[in-house]
């Protein structure tokens, strides 16, 4: 289980979204409804404290805690930027 972050992700995290180097984003799961699957990832600036898995692109460290890592089911996780919205593709 690995998370990676596109460039073109960050870039929107940056100019977009204003994170700067040495942020932390935390990646977490939240309830969203239902339908197929009623969770879903969200974000939010934070400080990592149990982090199952983590990441540093171009300064800014990317994280879940241990308490959020069920969601990805043991696969790997990818954030991405598509039509100026940031994607997890799992």
């Not at 969770?39 to 308490?67: C, H, L, Q, S, W």
């Not at 990818?78 to 100026?84: F, G, M, Q």
Request: charged share 30%; aromatic share 14%.
């Amino acid at each position: 289980m690995k998370m990676s972050v596109t460039p073109a992700a960050t870039a929107l995290f940056k100019q977009e979204w204003g994170f700067k180097n040495d942020d932390s984003v935390r990646i977490f799961v939240r309830y969203s409804g239902g339908g197929e699957d009623a969770f879903a990832f969200g974000i939010m600036k934070d400080t990592a404290r149990y982090p199952a898995v983590k990441t540093v692109e171009d300064g800014i460290t990317f994280y879940m805690e241990e308490n959020d890592a069920w969601y990805m089911d043991g696969k790997d996780l990818t954030i991405d930027c598509r039509n100026d919205h940031i994607v997890f593709l799992r």
